[in-house]
């Protein structure tokens, strides 16, 4: 008998939680492997957004325990698509989950692949009278499985990691003295951030930057262009009275803000739509002439 190996499994799903999906994956690792705690990333991506899924599996892999990570977003279950698990850091986890695309920035981030396995052994799956449930009939008993200390390999047949699917996340670009950017996420409180790290901005812009978003449908229609400037801040306690800000986030990538209120909503903008930063240097501070001296007649 194995002994067990991990004893924490981090899920992430598009499942929701209106339906019984999460509780009955939750319940096969329980029967299986007892002993685990399993961790609610979030079971909220948007429904077949692998893109979305990618990026938030991607935010969490560096906080999340030692142990397994089960992501779940799936649009072409019981399809050619593989199921695979991925050995990274040493061992110290593995990645469950399609081979979508999914997975993939997260392995990156955690160092890259050490081993990796096509999930085909049905030793370790449960039988089902339909394909479309992966989650609960290979993914959930994979984990689970790994946990009691299972073997990676006796999962299935071992795959290269160089031709496991890759992400796809884009990255900024200068245009001139442009940087064309693009929005990746808007958290629940409307802060919408960007594919911009702090060093992708050039170092001698200034405090103030210049925020085009383009006609989404054609971008060449100015006539529907929104332009705003926005405060590059620390805090979003600085931007008061409605300014829009260019702030460093939690995860380090400069997001636009408003204090206690939706960014997203006031520039209309999205997952994917593009945003355009130009330098407009430093405010130019106000001089107000002071005569001293003066009487009254």
């Not at 079971?43 to 893109?51: A, G, S, Y």
Request: aromatic share 6%; glycine share 10%.
């Amino acid at each position: 008998m194995t002994e067990p190996r991990y004893d924490t499994v981090s899920f992430l799903t598009d499942y929701g939680t209106a339906d019984e999906f999460v509780g009955v994956v939750k319940a096969v690792i329980r029967d299986l492997a007892p002993h685990t705690t399993v961790l609610d990333l979030t079971h909220e991506i948007p429904p077949f957004d692998l893109r979305a899924g990618a990026l938030a599996l991607a935010r969490c892999i560096g906080y999340v325990p030692g142990g397994v990570v089960l992501a779940v977003v799936d649009p072409g279950v019981a399809t050619v698509r593989r199921a695979v698990a991925i050995e990274v850091a040493g061992g110290a986890g593995v990645i469950v989950g399609p081979d979508n695309g999914l997975l993939a920035p997260a392995v990156a981030m955690a160092g890259g692949a050490d081993r990796a396995v096509e999930l085909t052994n049905a030793e370790y799956q449960l039988d089902a009278a339909g394909a479309t449930f992966a989650g609960r009939d290979i993914f959930a008993p994979a984990a689970a499985y790994l946990c009691n200390g299972v073997d990676l390999y006796d999962l299935g047949t071992p795959v290269d990691p160089s031709l496991l699917l890759p992400g796809t996340i884009p990255l900024p670009r200068d245009d001139g003295d442009d940087l064309i950017a693009e929005v990746l996420w808007v958290d629940r409180f409307g802060n919408a951030q960007l594919n911009v790290g702090p060093d992708d901005l050039p170092t001698d812009w200034g405090s103030l930057v210049e925020v085009v978003i383009p006609n989404p449908t054609d971008p060449s229609d100015a006539t529907h262009t929104t332009v705003r400037t926005a405060t590059r801040a620390t805090s979003f306690a600085q931007l008061a009275g409605g300014a829009i800000g260019l702030v460093l986030d939690s995860y380090g990538m400069l997001a636009l803000a408003m204090d206690q209120r939706s960014a997203a909503d006031e520039l209309g903008v999205g997952p994917g739509d593009q945003v355009v930063l130009r330098d407009l240097g430093d405010p130019t501070p106000s001089v107000t002439a002071v005569e001293f001296g003066r009487r009254p007649q």
